[in-house]
């Protein structure tokens, strides 16, 4: 066993990846969990093909969350399968900041584009007197959000639409918008080959979703909600200005674990006068979407 774990992780560093993938692989192969793969003392030949046939298709760029069918996000773990964008760490990060904001006991939630509904069963599981609602447009991503929710037995509403959804009265909206450039794809891991690419680019400069998405945001949040982004230290920025210069108060760059300029928060103006809507543009303009039928919006919370 010991001899083909080091043949493994030779492999994979011999090619830039991590060495300890060759547990998983190797866990996978025998069907056990990576402790008990670790203290096995034989592994039958038909286990070992397996393995070597793991090794490959990770060799080619196959992400290793695919050939394993999970991920932990949050402490939960989820399934995920090819063409549906792998949570990473970097949006755990945007759930902590959610997770510190002074939202009320019973806050309504919306989590914009959730794939495999890692931002919005996140918050459910730590805020679970909150009304968590998530959209998404990818069919495929939708039925694992669901499925993955069902198997964390957390309530989650799932609508398929894109953006708000044409949800109201939002005390957060949150998101991990597609945000890479259009001109990234030529240069991005091969791994990403293997995700939905509407989940990673989005346009000349990575806010072709994240712009309509802050239009509408301002339409669904109450005044006083906050608007939490996930987006790319060279594109954040330039939103952070255009939504101040919009009339959006608090807004904040804030720094991911690697020091990177990551996420964007702000907060619609908690004072407006009445029938103000703010400067954005109003759904008129074509910015508003209906949710899907299945799932209309709850009717506004009593005052």
Request: net charge negative; proline share 10%.
């Amino acid at each position: 066993m010991a001899g083909l774990l080091g043949r493994l992780r030779r492999r994979l560093r011999a090619a830039g990846l991590p060495e300890a993938e060759a547990l998983d692989l190797l866990a996978l192969a025998l069907g056990k969990g990576r402790l008990e793969a670790l203290l096995a003392r034989e592994v039958p030949k038909e286990a070992e093909e397996k393995a070597l046939r793991l090794l490959e298709k990770r060799l080619q760029g196959y992400p290793l969350q695919y050939l394993l069918g999970e991920v932990e996000f949050f402490g939960l773990p989820l399934r995920v399968e090819e063409g549906v964008l792998i949570p990473r760490p970097e949006t755990e990060g945007l759930v902590e900041l959610a997770l510190r904001l002074p939202l009320p006991r019973a806050a309504r939630i919306l989590d914009v584009g959730t794939g495999s509904g890692a931002i919005a069963l996140a918050l459910k599981a730590h805020l679970p007197e909150a009304e968590v609602h998530a959209t998404e447009i990818d069919p495929k991503a939708l039925a694992l959000a669901r499925e993955n929710a069902r198997r964390l037995g957390l309530e989650v509403i799932f609508h398929q639409a894109p953006l708000t959804g044409g949800l109201r009265d939002l005390d957060l909206l949150v998101s991990n918008p597609p945000y890479l450039p259009e001109a990234y794809r030529a240069e991005a891991p091969k791994e990403l080959r293997y995700e939905n690419p509407q989940a990673l680019y989005a346009g000349e400069e990575g806010l072709s979703v994240a712009r309509p998405l802050a239009a509408e945001a301002w339409q669904a949040l109450k005044p006083g909600g906050y608007l939490l982004l996930e987006l790319a230290p060279e594109n954040v920025h330039l939103l952070a200005g255009e939504l101040r210069a919009r009339g959006w108060e608090e807004v904040a760059v804030l720094r991911d674990l690697a020091g990177r300029d990551r996420y964007l928060r702000a907060r619609r103006p908690p004072q407006e006068a009445e029938g103000e809507k703010g400067p954005l543009p109003s759904p008129g303009l074509g910015l508003h979407h209906h949710p899907h039928p299945d799932h209309p919006p709850p009717p506004p919370e009593e005052a």
